[in-house]
């Protein structure tokens, strides 16, 4: 048992760095730092980052959209066999599409305070009167996930108080 588990955090962690270098991208393109990707069988089948500004559209969170490519990749709506990971706590959305799309798993890097749908403030996935149950491992490279979005709101924060003062000046 203890052999399973040290190979699944491994995977895990290996996982939800290809997740962060899809945050990564995010970031480059001045979305919120959030990526996922999906596997299937061991393999990646879906990644995506968030793109909310980029696209104007308020669904385009990384799970969401690596969900709808991982169900053309696989041409089926039921993501069965899949887990899901991501580098912030799903919110209720993407949760919800995680019980629709039956998913078997979703592991998580940073919890979200103001959103968290999988345990922080709400537990859809282990939620009886929903139709699918799934498992949840959180805190993978959580560190990591929270320092990525910690920088961004940082220079975020510090790029408008740059404009602020310039504006002020002319």
Known sequence: MGAETDEQRM????????????????????EVP??????????????????????ADPSA????????AASRALGRWRLTGCTVYVTLEPCLMCAGLMVN????RCVYGAPDPKGGALGT?????????LNH????????LADECAGELRSFFRRRRAERKAARASSHQE
């Open 101 to 104: 799309g039956r998913v078997d």
């Open 11 to 30: 995977n895990d962690e290996r996982f939800m760095a290809l997740a962060l270098d899809e945050a990564r991208a995010a970031a480059d393109e001045g």
């Open 34 to 55: 959030i990526g996922a990707v999906v596997v299937h069988d061991g393999e990646v089948i879906a990644r995506a980052h968030n793109r909310r500004e980029t696209d």
């Open 133 to 140: 149950e799934f498992e949840v491992t959180s805190g993978v």
């Open 61 to 68: 969170h990384a799970e969401f959209s690596a969900m709808l």
């Open 121 to 129: 403030l709400y537990d859809v996935s282990h939620d009886a009167r």
